[in-house]
């Protein structure tokens, strides 16, 4: 896992760089500046824009994917992938425009109270749509060049620091309320910019065609791939955004923002896995090829594992102080406090499920991914439809938490019956432990009044007793040699 490892640690450093800064701005600045219904706006403007960017790449990334080793040759242009590339996300764009100038009335009719500032401000869906559409080609471009780190810098770091920097200025009241948000969709085109101007400064820029390495055959295996990419990345994307959807047209866009604004702290359990995941899943391709079982097997147990112990921390360290997080927040957003919990835990079980996704998306059962996901969006909607009359914006999120844990059931079970792979072992059990004790202490102690030393200490407890019992109960080799390479280090410093 050399390639995975380094890259993901980059990635993971890179990724929490921006972290910070997406939560002091999401967590700290947003809830304190904006209105909840000024947030809730701009979390439907970005679900309703990755929706459509999802349907415009017309699958492409999914053909990069899986087919791209197919392709790679450098000195050859790797046959004109990049051209296909843009050029059919060209197309998909126009295509997704004229859908969206369509359905746009339809996306308001949901009374005027609850949808007057989205209708003044929906326009700003479509440079969205664009930006998003085309950084996610060439950062999957790059990915499959084994470069998976600017992608995540200009995604994860830069484009949240823009972002700060401009609600910064809003604050200072150096623009109104609509220039923010011509700036904050300029953070999404930036990074499409930057990404391109490296591409063509790499040589890697490569837009001529190659119609002579198409063969019927091939061409056929790119639509079949491209089709099932479609409904694989849109339901995917629905899925990820249908709550606020539901949610706005329940509560309203007040509702939406406090959901948004909680929300964010159970996705940061989560975050580990994207650049890990982001170059696995290339790996696991040409493992594919070369039908090397034996290496995907690997790939899934240690990412189960690795993913597992970093979600635990994570997971304990922002549920055990949530007293201290809704003492930074607005009173009305202490609604959202088991939306932390339960969404905390669904991404926990996301990080145990490992590399489970980039396998099957990769092999030759590929189109069961699209079946899994249809199946999620269906559980998604269903449970949605049922929890939030009851419960709220708390309702969204046990349904996003039961809904996921049957796919990640039914996953588990097809890798196993399908090809044999099963990652679990006492290992896992042991992390649980580690867990169990590290919760038991960091909840009988008590906070303070000072929210800086009551956040300091109970992390500082939290973090020193999970990773001791790492220590001594080693679950997972290869993090245990990062701890211990760190303590290592620090003892040089000295």
Not at 20 to 30: K, M, Q, R
Not at 104 to 124: C, H, Q, R, V
Not at 156 to 174: D, G, K, M, S, W
Not at 326 to 343: Q, S, T
């Amino acid at each position: 896992m050399g390639i995975i490892q380094r890259q993901s640690i980059k990635g993971t450093v890179i990724i929490y760089g921006g972290t910070i800064i997406g939560f002091i701005t999401s967590s700290l600045i947003f809830p304190n500046v904006l209105s909840s219904e000024e947030i809730g706006l701009i979390g439907i403007l970005v679900a309703y824009a990755m929706i459509f960017s999802r349907f415009a790449s017309l699958g492409f990334n999914a053909i990069g994917n899986r087919l791209f080793p197919y392709f790679r040759d450098k000195e050859k242009g790797h046959h004109g992938f990049l051209f296909m590339a843009l050029t059919t996300s060209l197309i998909g764009f126009l295509l997704s425009y004229v859908v969206f100038v369509i359905i746009k009335p339809y996306l308001l009719e949901s009374g005027t109270e609850k949808t007057m500032l989205l209708a003044d401000n929906i326009g700003f869906v479509v440079p969205l749509i664009f930006s998003i559409l085309f950084f996610t080609i060439l950062d999957t471009y790059y990915r499959l060049l084994f470069n998976a780190v600017i992608g995540t810098f200009l995604k994860e770091f830069l484009q949240r620091f823009l972002i700060l920097v401009f609600i910064i200025a809003y604050y200072y009241t150096a623009v109104t309320f609509n220039g923010f948000l011509i700036l904050y969709v300029s953070a999404f085109f930036i990074p499409l910019v930057i990404i391109t101007l490296s591409l063509i400064s790499q040589r890697q820029f490569m837009i001529r065609p190659d119609m002579d390495f198409l063969n019927k055959k091939f061409v056929k295996s790119m639509v079949n791939v491209g089709l099932f990419g479609i409904l694989v990345s849109f339901s995917g994307t629905v899925i990820l955004n249908i709550d606020r959807i539901m949610l706005k047209e329940f509560l309203g866009l007040s509702g939406t923002g406090i959901y948004m604004t909680t929300f964010y702290f159970g996705v940061l359990v989560g975050i580990p896995a994207r650049p890990l995941l982001k170059i696995s899943s290339t790996l696991i391709a040409e493992a594919w090829k070369k039908d090397d079982r034996k290496t995907i097997n690997e790939v899934y147990e240690k990412s189960s594992l690795n993913q597992f112990i970093v979600g635990m921390i994570l997971f304990l360290g922002i549920w055990l102080n949530e007293d201290n997080i809704f003492r930074v927040l607005p009173a009305e957003y202490a609604a959202g406090r088991y939306v932390i919990l339960f969404i905390g835990i669904t991404y926990l079980f996301e990080m145990l499920c490992g590399a489970s996704t980039a396998i099957i998306s990769t092999s030759k059962y590929y189109k069961y991914q699209a079946y899994f996901m249809l199946l999620l969006i269906v559980l998604v909607i269903a449970s949605n439809f049922a929890f939030i009359p009851l419960w709220g914006i708390v309702g969204a999120a046990v349904a996003s938490l039961s809904s996921k844990l049957i796919v990640f059931i039914l996953r588990y079970i097809f890798l196993l019956k399908k090809f044999k792979f099963q990652p679990y072992n006492t290992k896992f059990l042991l992390v649980v432990l580690i867990g169990g004790i590290t919760y038991a202490c960091g909840y009988f102690m008590p906070s303070f009044d000072n929210l800086i030393l009551s956040l300091v200490l109970k992390s500082a407890v939290i973090a020193t007793v999970f990773f001791i019992l790492l220590l001594i109960l080693k679950p997972s080799e290869d993090i245990h040699r990062i701890i211990m390479n760190t303590l290592s280090l620090v003892r040089k410093g000295r």
